[in-house]
């Protein structure tokens, strides 16, 4: 189906196909993201390609499946680039260094026991898979981000953004954004570099150098973005700020340097100037149109026959690091002096895993053939895959009865939080 005089076509099918599948998430209240997935799967090669429609229904006026499946088109392949640059670049304009540097020390603790915890146990399943430290490290990256779109657009929808249990769960999430940041150069040097640590080793300074201007940049460069968009026109922010987040990405990208964290700065250094409400009403669409085309990409190249091979690891993986957020998520709220059901709401409110899972995921396809072999690649990537479709509906169900969950669970902790009676003396 993907020719030039079906070009068009294809592109309103796709969307079509997103619409429908994000009017079906919310009317079950689930987020939208595994529905973009799997609708990208159902009208690709893997599944619509192969039934053959004139075996099935005994008839010939109906092409086969492989004449309707959408293939990945170069405007599907770049509008998932571009997902993934507006998903980071509002990320970092949340991010306010003001903000960071004032709430430091319980980001920090609350992270680093987010990290100790659910980074560590990534590693240790990643080496008893796959036996090699790239796998391990990239598995390691997939089980330990949290989704930053799923958790705010929840907080938003659950009210929970105004509760006290909000802090912990953003302040934890900006800790993971800003190592994931570093992690993405780090994985794509190695990855794309041939998995070697040391022929990696110039890719990586590269990397750590470019993330380094753009820090400079965001701290020394709030009045130029400030002068960029004194404008009294819509549109003149919306294409000023686009084509200075899409050059820097492709500018990092051009160097070997991930475009996700160079969107995720670029985003930074917006967040100190006075358009931050503009800049989300007005781009807030144009985030949701190409994350929405990123997410049905990732179906679209995905084979769920795939996820047969890597159903155990899927499975072992979820046993192991639901419980693993939930406990370091606990320990969060305790961080920041929540009481004991608070302190349970945060564990349950960071359990669901997305978009950065597969963006680590796609660096793992790229990497196919290079710093990973084929077969270890594809495993990685369908297992991001189906651990995500399966953790995003999982963490969403559980911040949706949390209620339920917390009346059961909070009288347990706080019955062992209570002193032991000393006999008496009498």
Same mark, same amino acid.
């Given at each position: 189906m993907a020719t030039e005089t079906t070009a068009l076509i294809d592109i309103g099918v796709l969307f079509a196909a997103v619409a429908l599948a994000g009017l079906l998430a919310n009317r079950i209240n689930q987020s939208v993201i595994p529905f973009y997935i799997v609708i990208g799967m159902l009208l690709g090669e893997?599944?619509?390609?192969?039934?053959?429609?004139?075996?099935?229904?005994?008839?010939?006026?109906?092409?086969? &499946?492989?004449?309707?499946a959408l293939v990945e088109t170069d405007f599907i392949h770049l509008g998932a680039e571009l997902g993934i640059v507006m998903l980071l670049f509002f990320l970092g304009l949340e991010f306010n260094l003001e903000r960071l540097i004032a709430a430091k020390e319980k980001i920090g603790k609350a992270g680093t026991w987010d990290l100790g915890i659910n980074f560590?146990?990534?590693?240790?399943?990643?080496?008893?898979?796959? $036996?090699?430290?790239? !796998?391990?490290?990239? +598995?390691? /990256?997939?089980?330990?981000?949290?989704?930053?779109?799923?958790?705010?657009?929840?907080?938003?929808?659950?009210?929970?953004?105004?509760n006290d249990e909000s802090d912990p769960m953003l302040g934890t999430l900006v800790y993971e954004d800003l190592f994931i940041a570093v992690y993405l150069a780090i994985a794509s040097a190695l990855v794309l570099g041939g998995g070697d640590v040391g022929e990696a080793l110039g890719q990586i300074g590269i990397a750590v150098g470019f993330i380094l201007v753009l820090l400079l940049l965001v701290y020394f460069g709030t009045e130029w973005f400030q002068r960029s968009l004194e404008t009294d026109s819509h549109e003149f922010i919306v294409l000023r700020a686009l084509g200075i987040t899409v050059l820097v990405s492709g500018a990092a990208l051009a160097l070997g340097v991930s475009e996700a964290v160079a969107a995720f700065f670029v985003g930074m250094a917006f967040s100190s100037t006075t358009h931050v409400h503009d800049l989300e009403n007005l781009l807030e669409p144009v985030r949701d149109t190409f994350a929405a085309v990123f997410f049905f990409?990732?179906?679209?190249?995905?084979?769920? +026959?795939?996820?047969?091979?890597?159903?155990?690891?899927?499975?072992?993986?979820?046993?192991?690091?639901? !419980?693993?957020?939930?406990?370091? #998520?606990?320990? /969060?709220?305790?961080?920041? #002096?929540?009481?004991?059901?608070?302190?349970?709401?945060? $564990?349950? &409110?960071?359990? +669901?895993? #997305?978009?950065?899972?597969?963006?680590?995921?796609?660096?793992?396809l790229a990497g196919a053939g290079t710093g990973l072999a084929e077969g270890v690649a594809n495993d990685i990537y369908a297992f991001a895959v189906g651990y995500v479709l399966f953790m995003s509906i999982l963490g969403t169900t559980l911040m949706q009865y949390s209620g339920k969950i917390e009346s059961v669970v909070v009288p347990r902790l706080e019955a062992r939080s209570e002193p032991t009676p000393q006999p008496s003396d009498d």
């Open positions: 893997y599944v619509l390609g192969d039934i053959d429609f004139p075996a099935l229904l005994g008839t010939d006026l109906i092409p086969h &499946g492989s004449e309707l560590g146990i990534g590693l240790v399943l990643g080496w008893v898979l796959f $036996g090699e430290f790239l !796998p391990a490290f990239l +598995t390691a /990256g997939i089980v330990y981000i949290s989704s930053s779109a799923i958790i705010t657009k929840s907080l938003i929808d659950l009210g929970w953004i105004a990409w990732i179906g679209l190249i995905t084979d769920p +026959t795939l996820f047969l091979d890597v159903l155990w690891i899927i499975a072992a993986a979820v046993v192991l690091t639901a !419980p693993s957020k939930l406990v370091s #998520g606990y320990i /969060g709220g305790q961080v920041y #002096g929540l009481n004991e059901r608070r302190s349970v709401r945060v $564990g349950l &409110g960071m359990t +669901t895993r #997305g978009e950065f899972s597969l963006i680590i995921a796609s660096i793992a």
